[in-house]
Structure formats: structure tokens, C-alpha cells
């Protein structure tokens, strides 16, 4: 890193932020990586490898990848358990600077970039007020959670009584398509992200039963006709259950009404997953404020791109529901355009 | 629905119902309203297939259908639903273009009975104050109760309430609970001798004007009888 070099504070340290700033780097642009928890990778570095007998493109491996460029790059600096709390920007020589102030600790410093990349990712939907029992029954997790067990111990047990669930209930668009929460986008990422634990879940541990509870599987990306194929190892009811109860032997009934025979139906399992929506986190709600960004739900409740101030970029799901694989392409993109910003500027 | 036809679509009026402010277009088809409503199955019920038909203008079908009025408006469905959908609002005004004749006998004949009378049964003033002076009578027989009495149109009381017209007619036990808890916690209560119904059955048919003539003659008791608070346990 050198004093002529141009600079860009990349903010967020997940998947989007770290391929931004592994892109940049490679442009020759200096990176301060910024990132408010103690580690590196975001969300996708709690994710489990979906492989089946065969890998199943899932992304999870990605972020590993990207931490260990990144760490690599001289160009790259990295501040974790840090956050933006202040921005000024101006013109010096006609040429636009932020001289952004970084809170870590207790410990304020200033920084001065001449772009901001917001790469600052989502926050899971917490799912406590939906009739789920969530945060009331053990055995009620989110996929987030569920994830983080399989990554962690290489195995999906139930946290009341670490034995090895004979069957599992998915239930889909938990916090997505609602406007009773002002969330009216599909999050996109999680039918197929459900779909795949459960195979996978599946070749771990033969003969565990899965069933999805689900509007319509919105499967999107390259590896469609894959998980398509994989649909049959499921079973697949298009209902999503209103009630969730614990049994006297400490299982999980479910009550919804079934499709096929047009009547109410109670059916009992040893889990429940929950498919938690994208939010926008609190990070990317700060900054939109703090760079005075028009921010109704920043672009997840939008169809258009969000005008940003100029030597401002975004990328990721910060953005709105992304794949790790879209958020890689989505941080090209950014670092891309912050290359030709820095020439024109 | 009456008939497996296919329906014709450009044949359907989709403007007949957009100006219920009820968001029935916005319905997702999720089955949250299904799964969690205490009826659906029932007849073929789902609640998904009314809000459909509003949405298509199905004003024949809707009219005639049995499913609004097998519907128990518990509202669960409107809690549950994540697109904020009003359903019972909406079986309500459903209900309202029935004509009145064809509305479901007891319903109709209730209504008709209170909105001469005062009350869905047309008992007279006597043989309900004779009902509530009897139910009191048996609770002075109970031990500890010997001083209760039955508060009829009492002045300047803390609470009124209403009578559900089952409690002065099949389901008199049921007064005692509730009148032994006021004597023991030494609530200050009264009944109102006229138009203490407190079953609206005009909100359940769809009906406006009955409603609101229903629920006047609510308030004009608490203001004849000077009552601090309203006990409606409906």
C-alpha cells in the first residue's frame, strides 16, 4: 500500500465485501476492509458444505477462499469488531474524499477514502412472533441454525436430547412475501438453500423423512435442474402450517390444512426448520442513513436501483437477497465500477 | 360453488368488489388462513377459495354460498395471515348481500325478534326480571350467598352488563359463576331490564343499521343508568 495509491473503504466483511476487496486489490486500489464483528467471512462462514455424492454448488467453500486472499493482500487492511459512525465528505482539488470515522472498541479513527463500498449484508428474520414456537421449543430452529449445528458437528441432532431426528418439517417464507411486516419480497435464497440441507441432511443420515411446507419453490439459478432432480427425496405438501405445538413425548405437531385431501390435518415431527427471510441488517440501515441514501428498506422493497451519491457503491445482500455466487458477480460488478469511477474522477 | 363448469373469464365483473378495502387481491394462496381456521374442510371450506371468488366478482356464487355463513368469524385467519388480508370483514359483507328472507332461519328470526323487542328470544321485561330474581333466589340457597340479590336497573352502578340471551333461557347455571364472583370481590353491578341483549346479530348477518340500532341501545342503558363501565362479554 502506497500514498498514491486511490482508496476505498469497503464495509462489510462477508462474501461481498471480501470479493470487492480482493477485486480491488488486484486493480492496484488500496482497501480498508471494514468489519463490525470479531471475524471474517459473514453469514456464508457459518454455512455448511450441501454436497450430496456430488457437490451440489452451494457456495459455502467460497467464503474460506476469499478470507485467505484477502488476509493475503497487502493491499488489504483489515479492521474487525469496527464500525462506521461518521462520514464527511468533500471536494479537495475537485476531487471528492470521505473522511469516514471508524469506532473500534472504544477507540475512534479517522480514515480518508476517496469511494465507500456498502457491502454490509442481511440480517435473518427472527422469527418470535410467528405461531412457530420459536425461542419457546428446542427443537424449532431457523435454517441459519441449523447450518451452523451441521458445519459444527458434521451432524443434525435434536437440541433437546441430542438424538437424530427421524423426520424434519421445513417451513417456508418465515419473514418473506408479508406484508404484515412490510416485507413483501421473496428472499429468494432459501427454498433452494432448504432443499439442498435436506438432501444432504439425508445422505448423512439415511432414512431421515423431510417434509416442505412451502407457497410455490422459487428455485432460482444454474444448478435448477439438479436440485429439480432431487425434489423427488422429499415430500412436498403446498401449505404453509398455522400452529406449532410440543407433544407429551416432547415432538412437534403441526396442524395445516392438506392440499390433497382439502382438510385440516395434524401431522407430528422431531424438528422444525424455519426458512427465515432476508432483512436488511442495521449496518446497511446506518449507513443509507449516515450517506443520506434514500432508504425505504434500502433495495429490498424497491424495483428500481437506488440512486447513490457519487463515490458511493453497493454490492451484495446488502442490496437485496442474494446467493453467495450472486454476491460474488454482485461485487465484481461494484469493483468494477469503482475502478472506472477512479479513473474518471 | 354449485357447478363444475369452467368459468369463462372475460364473462367475470374483476371491478364488482375492488372497492372492499379488504386486500383480497393481494393473497398469495399461503393456506395460513386454512391451516389455522376451526372450520376449513368443513362443506369444502377454504377460506382461500372465498377471497378467490371476491377477487373474480363471483357475486352469484358468493351469495349463495354456505361457506360465509358456516364461517365462525373468529378471526384467526386475519391474526395469521401475512398479507393482512381483513377475511372476516370480508365473509361479513359477503353476508350483507344476501337477501334478508334468505338469511339462515334462527339468525334472521333473531334478529327480527330483538329489533322489536330488545332481545333475540322477545321475552318480555317480567319474565326476564322473573328469570333473574329465580337465579338469584337458588344462589341464596348456596352457603356464604345467603345475602346475594339480583341488581336490576340499578343507578350510578360500576359495572353494567349485558345478558347473552342463552343465560336467561337454556343456560341459566351459567349466570350463577359470574354473579358469585361479583358478590364475593363486592363489585357494584346491575343489569338493565330493556334491551340487555348483548348478542348482536346484526353484525353476524351482515346487517349495518341493525348493528348500529343494536349497540345504541347499549350506550342509552349506560347513560339512562348512569354506569361507570360496560361489561359486553361476547
Known amino acids: 500500500m502506497n500514498s498514491s495509491m486511490k482508496q476505498v473503504m469497503v464495509v462489510g466483511g462477508g462474501v461481498s465485501g471480501l470479493s470487492a476487496a480482493v477485486d480491488l486489490a488486484r486493480l492496484g486500489i488500496a482497501v480498508e476492509l471494514v468489519e463490525n464483528s470479531g471475524s471474517l467471512g459473514g453469514h456464508a462462514a457459518q454455512l455448511s458444505c450441501k454436497a450430496t455424492d456430488h457437490c451440489v454448488s452451494c457456495g459455502a467453500c467460497v467464503v474460506e477462499e476469499k478470507i485467505r486472499q484477502a488476509t493475503g493482500d497487502a493491499n488489504i487492511r483489515v479492521h474487525l469488531n469496527s464500525s462506521v459512525v461518521n462520514n464527511n465528505s468533500n471536494d479537495v482539488n475537485r476531487r471528492k474524499r470521505f473522511d469516514v470515522t471508524l469506532k473500534q472498541d472504544?477507540?475512534?479513527?479517522?480514515?480518508?477514502?476517496?469511494?465507500?463500498?456498502?457491502?454490509?449484508?442481511?440480517?435473518?428474520?427472527?422469527?418470535?412472533?410467528?405461531?412457530?414456537?420459536?425461542?419457546?421449543?428446542?427443537?424449532?430452529?431457523?435454517?441459519?441454525?441449523?447450518?451452523?449445528?451441521?458445519?459444527?458437528?458434521?451432524?443434525?441432532?435434536?437440541?433437546?436430547?441430542?438424538?437424530?431426528?427421524?423426520?424434519?418439517?421445513?417451513?417456508?417464507?418465515?419473514?418473506?412475501?408479508?406484508?404484515?411486516?412490510?416485507?413483501?419480497?421473496?428472499?429468494?435464497?432459501?427454498?433452494?438453500?432448504?432443499?439442498?440441507?435436506?438432501?444432504?441432511?439425508?445422505?448423512?443420515?439415511?432414512?431421515?423423512?423431510?417434509t416442505f411446507f412451502y407457497i410455490d419453490i422459487q428455485n432460482f439459478g444454474k444448478n435448477f435442474q439438479t436440485d429439480y432432480a432431487d425434489m423427488h427425496r422429499h415430500i412436498l405438501i403446498r401449505s404453509i402450517p398455522a400452529d406449532v405445538l410440543k407433544t407429551a413425548d416432547d415432538r412437534l405437531k403441526l396442524s395445516y390444512f392438506d392440499p390433497d385431501?382439502?382438510?385440516?390435518?395434524?401431522?407430528?415431527?422431531?424438528?422444525?426448520?424455519?426458512?427465515?427471510?432476508?432483512?436488511?441488517?442495521?449496518?446497511?440501515?446506518?449507513?443509507?442513513?449516515?450517506?443520506?441514501?434514500?432508504?425505504?428498506?434500502?433495495?429490498?422493497?424497491?424495483?428500481?436501483?437506488?440512486?447513490?451519491?457519487?463515490?458511493v457503491f453497493a454490492a451484495g445482500a446488502a442490496l437485496e437477497p442474494m446467493s453467495i455466487a450472486e454476491s460474488v458477480l454482485s461485487a465484481g460488478k461494484a469493483a468494477s465500477d469503482i475502478f472506472h469511477y477512479m479513473k474518471t474522477s | 360453488m354449485t357447478t363444475n363448469e369452467p368459468i369463462s373469464m372475460n364473462l367475470l365483473n374483476q371491478d364488482l368488489f375492488k372497492n372492499w378495502p379488504f386486500d383480497q387481491d393481494h393473497c398469495l394462496t399461503c393456506a395460513l388462513c386454512s391451516s389455522s381456521c376451526p372450520i376449513s374442510g368443513i362443506d369444502g371450506f377454504d377460506p382461500r377459495k372465498i377471497i378467490r371468488m371476491v377477487s373474480m366478482g363471483l357475486q352469484s356464487e358468493l351469495v349463495e354460498s354456505r361457506w360465509p355463513w358456516i364461517c365462525t368469524m373468529c378471526g384467526k385467519c386475519e391474526h395469521v395471515c401475512p398479507m393482512g388480508i381483513h377475511i372476516p370483514d370480508m365473509m361479513r359483507a359477503i353476508r350483507s348481500l344476501r337477501d334478508r328472507d334468505k338469511v339462515p332461519g334462527i339468525l334472521h328470526k333473531g334478529l327480527d325478534a330483538a329489533l322489536k323487542t330488545g332481545n333475540n328470544l322477545g321475552l318480555?321485561?317480567?319474565?326476564?326480571?322473573?328469570?333473574?330474581?329465580?337465579?338469584?333466589?337458588?344462589?341464596?340457597?348456596?352457603?356464604?350467598?345467603?345475602?346475594?340479590?339480583?341488581?336490576?336497573?340499578?343507578?350510578?352502578?360500576?359495572?353494567?352488563?349485558?345478558?347473552?340471551?342463552?343465560?336467561v333461557n337454556t343456560h341459566t347455571e351459567d349466570l350463577k359463576h359470574w354473579w358469585k364472583i361479583f358478590y364475593a370481590a363486592g363489585e357494584d353491578w346491575t343489569v338493565p331490564s330493556e334491551n340487555w341483549e348483548g348478542t348482536n346479530w346484526g353484525m353476524f348477518t351482515g346487517d349495518d343499521p341493525a348493528m348500529k340500532l343494536m349497540s345504541g341501545r347499549i350506550a342509552e342503558n349506560m347513560v339512562r343508568l348512569n354506569a361507570k363501565n360496560l361489561l359486553w362479554p361476547e
Not at chain 1, 441449523?146 to 424434519?168: I, Q
Not at chain 1, 426448520?273 to 434514500?294: C, E, F, H, W, Y
Not at chain 2, 344462589?139 to 340479590?149: D, N, S, T, V
Open chain 2, 124 to 167: 318480555p321485561k317480567e319474565d326476564f326480571v322473573f328469570i333473574l330474581e329465580d337465579v338469584a333466589d337458588e344462589i341464596r340457597q348456596e352457603p356464604g350467598f345467603e345475602g346475594f340479590a339480583a341488581s336490576v336497573d340499578k343507578q350510578g352502578a360500576n359495572i353494567m352488563t349485558t345478558i347473552h340471551n342463552k343465560l
Open chain 1, 106 to 210: 472504544q477507540e475512534m479513527q479517522h480514515i480518508e477514502v476517496d469511494a465507500v463500498l456498502i457491502a454490509s449484508g442481511f440480517a435473518p428474520f427472527h422469527p418470535a412472533n410467528k405461531p412457530y414456537g420459536y425461542g419457546r421449543f428446542e427443537n424449532v430452529m431457523t435454517t441459519l441454525e441449523l447450518d451452523l449445528m451441521l458445519r459444527k458437528s458434521g451432524a443434525v441432532k435434536r437440541p433437546s436430547d441430542a438424538a437424530f431426528p427421524r423426520n424434519m418439517a421445513f417451513i417456508q417464507c418465515v419473514g418473506s412475501r408479508d406484508s404484515s411486516l412490510g416485507h413483501l419480497w421473496c428472499s429468494k435464497i432459501c427454498c433452494g438453500a432448504a432443499l439442498r440441507m435436506a438432501s444432504c441432511i439425508q445422505n448423512r443420515q439415511p432414512g431421515m423423512k423431510s
Open chain 1, 261 to 311: 385431501t382439502q382438510a385440516y390435518q395434524e401431522s407430528i415431527f422431531d424438528m422444525v426448520i424455519l426458512s427465515v427471510g432476508l432483512t436488511p441488517s442495521v449496518s446497511t440501515r446506518n449507513l443509507a442513513a449516515m450517506l443520506n441514501i434514500d432508504m425505504y428498506g434500502f433495495a429490498y422493497a424497491r424495483k428500481t436501483p437506488i440512486p447513490l451519491p457519487a463515490g
